[in-house]
């Protein structure tokens, strides 16, 4: 039986995805580790290895929307027959046997031409980065020979189209992985000119770092920031990607619960000591502890005390999770993503501060695994380092509440008749009140409060 190749899910929200490119051809033969294909969804990109060998036989095209678990295709071992109404298929073959009747399929080694009475289906046969590529480049699709499965037009097509009319000494401006554009964008780097290491050329992290270093030259300072512009055009975007997504999550978040907000201040002062301590401590090691982390190992040492806060629902249960997983808000150009810390309350503070900021990391370097978005049960949101005092975070559905972190700020409190000085935060906490009512929603957040005003406790 041939192996089945899913479209994997990434988070318990995921409802669809698409293969934004298969890295082996329809027919090509593919190797246990190999990049199979790249999944694309409203989020996230992700690279997806092939678990086993042999001759991979697509179902779908690029860019087809999916649900996750859906079969994209398979993958068919020595000696094995491929059927012919297998979709990619172009007859009956045996792997590792040349069939007679067999028509040549279509690699990027053997670029089949679009339907020419189908002028109106070119642009649909090309892959989303490559319509994208098109459009940045003023590229009409119509006129291009697709190299990729089936004749589809793929990111390589449009860049062949747009490369420079002089020889290289090398291949250049092959595939890059969405790391690798997301770097070429921020470094200012033309991926037509960086020669790919990677499988099958494929443009990689280290080479658009590499090309960077060798072209990097000092910019002039009247050309280093953009000019303002007077026009009173309207500029028009897309709702589309991590922004649609977005906006309909947040959407019907709001519309589908029973969301109310309580903000509660906290003494920040022993907190702050702690911080400073823990970060002299382990500077060494280069682990620095943040605000965010305290308040996340808080929450998770109040949830395991106030499980209904650790819930989800449906239409006819509320679940009350036996692993605490807080998710953690990480801002990107793109929009928020929430990245997950598993096991918190069972995470030493070092672990917590470590984790953290490797999720931190990885989700702003496009390098986020699997389980990195998955089976979050509570979420935090922090946004003081924009001097914010209070915020109404939105639930990450399905689950019953989030903390909002916001700035320390000075304050004063009384001493008998004499003024002291204090440093307070705000939590902005917002709940589920179909989950849970006000009381014990309001007794969490000063659970959280008393471990971050005794915190000490956090460290046992």
Known sequence: M?????LIKVGMNMTEGVVEEWCIPDGGQVAVGDLLYRLETE?????????????????????????PGDVIGYIYATGETIPDDLGGATSDSTVGEESPSAGPVPTAATPVAPDPDAADTDILRASPIAKRLARERGIDLTTLTGSGPMGRIVEADVLSASAPAEANDGPTGGPSSPLARKLARELDVDLRSVRGSGPGGRITKEDVEAAAANTRAPIPAAAARPTATTSTERVRTPLRGMRKTIATRMHESLQTMAQLTMDMDVAMDDAMRLRNQLVEEWQPEGIKPTYTDLVIRAAAKALTQHPLMNASITDTEIIQHGAVNVGM????D?????????????????AVAVESSRLAAAARDGALALDDLQDGTFTVSALGMFGVDSFTPIINSPQAGILGINRIREDLAWDGDRPVRRHVMRLSLTWDHRVLDGAPAALFLAAVKDLLESPYRLLI
Not at 329 to 332: F, K, P, S, T
Not at 334 to 350: S, T
């Open 2 to 6: 041939p192996t089945e190749i899913y």
């Open 43 to 67: 989020k996230v990109n992700l690279d997806v290895d092939a678990e086993t060998a042999g001759t991979v036989k697509h179902l779908i095209g690029e860019g087809v929307p999916k649900e």
């Open 329 to 332: 808000a990480v801002a990107l």
């Open 334 to 350: 793109e929009g928020l993503i929430v990245p997950v810390v598993r096991n918190a309350d069972q995470l030493p503070m070092k």
